[in-house]
């Protein structure tokens, strides 16, 4: 089973920018898709940005434009670059494996199942 663990939030002025990354380890057997994700206390949890087994990358409205995922399968790890940040970037961050099967259906990669979640980085951004 896949494990994940977000590292790189924390502190930043407005238009500044932050990096976040995410390391996996464990089986990823039908694991094609690799998803940020965002989430404000007692707010929705938002779509931010998601990448597939063929490196293509899919953006949420929220992100298009600031903020590029990317991937170095050789480190296992996902990356988040995060620039000209606004006040209301201002979440914890989470990255996800997604599949083909599960309950947590997201439209990233062209839709996915994202079963398997990091314990999330926070993000905050001042104005």
């Known amino acids: 089973q896949v494990q994940l663990m977000e590292s790189g939030g924390g502190s930043v002025q407005s238009g500044g920018s932050l990096r976040l990354s995410c390391v996996g380890a464990?089986?990823?057997?039908?694991?094609?898709?690799l998803g940020w994700f965002r989430q404000a206390p007692g707010k929705k949890l938002e779509e931010v940005a998601g990448?597939?087994?063929?490196?293509?990358?899919t953006y949420a409205d929220i992100a298009k434009g600031r903020f590029i995922i990317s991937q170095d399968t050789a480190k296992n790890t996902l990356y988040l670059d995060m620039n000209n940040l606004k006040p209301e970037d201002t979440d914890v961050y989470y990255c996800?494996?997604?599949?083909?099967?599960?309950?947590?259906?997201?439209?990233?990669?062209?839709?996915?199942?994202?079963?398997?979640w990091g314990q999330g980085a926070q993000v905050t951004v001042a104005s």
């Open positions: 990448i597939d087994s063929e490196g293509i990358s």
């Open positions: 996800a494996a997604g599949s083909s099967a599960g309950s947590a259906y997201y439209r990233l990669c062209g839709g996915a199942y994202f079963n398997t």
């Open positions: 464990g089986y990823t057997y039908n694991v094609y898709c």
